[in-house]
């Protein structure tokens, strides 16, 4: 029924479309447009059907989608064309990525085009530059308090710097990844300034009231996201006389998508950027999009159907672009970003497994795989034409998001082992060598998330203090562990700026009024091109992290097993410190083995001899280019160490 009802809507939109839109070559737009119109009409009915302006409203975003197609370039179109016919390409090994920020990893866009050999003489091909949108200097939260949505901040340059690092990247067959701050504004945009202002409008655009009564009732179940810095999820505005929700900052007001207008405005931007040359564009806090009273807010249905409008509406004028769901939610719920309901991917094609990460990290703490092989083995899992992107460190806290299940299965009380993890990161905890910082500190519950540098993290910050050569060799050895896993799991692995040459924590932020309070600065900082030029000299660390991690990139591509078809099989073992897997292709098998114990580690043949490895008592590891023998049925694996094995 829907479906006709959709068909003589179209009909009428397209009627009403105003004639300059109608007249212009339109091919490729109406066929899509076509394709996706049942869902986005459906959509859009299911969110705002019940409003009077429902009709109005719908043409306007038509009309946006189209205005947007019209102002596609034509080699963004060509690339369109392309993607569509071979829709799988994200999933190839070829991929490895680097999130970075323009400004501390060159002075500013023009700079960053001459840093790209640097990048490519690692391997990486795929770059996520952190926000670089108009923000008030003071109150950024890194990029993510945008005031203006189509204005690179001058600090890094102009938006056309943006459009020729865009062609640059493309020329060296590299991907760029952009961001869009969806879920809320700075209080500095020109709606909030609107809407203090007193217009109705823009007050629209946000949750406004009055009085605290409302509020109140939010806060019963809301939880919060820096409750040390920016406790509640409202904020008072003398000038406007009103309370409006601000769930992260206090100046990041949430937008309101249960107006249609503020859905279209953003719609309009993430094509505006799309436009721009972006690949991939990260939408950030996803999880946050609706907000129902009586619940966290967080992962509410509404904010996935406005996820499928988003990529709907995508599809039809920019079908070449992906979207990262930024989610970093619970582990049954990250996989929901892909799209429920579906074969393929109807939401975001790619979403931080954030799973994954929190729980190498507690494997690095307890130096056991025990939890490692739960958290995996119960990973959701994902629609086809989805993949995860996998990352050790991100410019973000570590949450510790994984199934309390899985924690206890694990043999830990949930609440001992978080809090036994966060001690541990923080160097707290007795003989610890990590050195994190506890981020967004919550008194009242006790919980807290941790922020530092991954080289910190893992000891190398004490062992280069203390001069211990075996600290400083396991410290080593992890950096490249938890790569190694990263890279051969299956997905997208992202890097993070300054891990490949183990930068540490830098405490400059203090002296910075503005990020004082947030320890994510603490692995924030200026890339040190100093230290990278030292990967050069014989013996030095950075030389000894930074070329490992390059010949892993190198076999990754190489091998085509490590594409992400959904061809990984975790395998069981009787040694709970390690992680066995294999990825399989039409080719052969890859046999990863990870170690996560600091001494060295046996496996049983027996374990993955019906799986087909080890049939002629030896393999062939792709990393050390030896081959691994089984010594009574047993292979030895090296402490904090891996293997990429295969049969040759
Ligand atoms: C995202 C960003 C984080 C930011 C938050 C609020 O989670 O990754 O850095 O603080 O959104 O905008
Ligand atoms: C919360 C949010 C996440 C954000 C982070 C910033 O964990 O869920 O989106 O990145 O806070 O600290």
Redesign the pocket.
Known sequence: MYEQVSHSVLNDILEELEPEIGNLQLRHFYTRLGANFYAIYSLFHRLYGKRDDFQVQLVRLVETLARRYIERSKPLRTSDLEREENFTWFLSQQWVGMALYCDRFADDLNGLRGKLPYLQELGINFLHIMPMLDCPADKS??G??VRDYFKIDPKFGTNEDLIELAATLKSRDMLLALDV?V??TSDEHEWAKKARAGEQKYQDYYYVFPDETVPKMYEETMPEIFPDTSPGNFTWNEEMGRHVMTV??SY?WDLNYSNPAVLIEMINIILFWANKGADILRL??VAFLWKKMGSTSQNEREAHLLLQLMKDCCQVTAPGVLFIA?A?VAPSEIAKYFGEDAINAKECEIAYNATMMALLWSAVATKNATLLNLGIRNLPTKLARATWLNYVR???DIGLGFDDNDVRLAGYEPAEHRHFLNAYFTGRFPGSPARGLPFGENLKTGDMRISGALASLVGLEVAIQTGDPEALEASIRLILLLHSVILSFGGLPLLYYGDAIGMLNSLQYLEDPFKRNDS?WAHRSSFDWEKAQRRFEQGSVEQRIFFPIKKLIAIRKETDAFADLDNRQLISCDNTNLLVFSRTDQHGSVLVVCNFKDQDELLSVGNVVSQGFFQHGRMYDLVSSTFIESVSEQISIPSLSFYWLTDR
């Open positions: 939260d890194g993510y308090a701050v879920n809320h992260f900052n990041q950030d806090a930024e970093i991100c410019h973000d994510r």
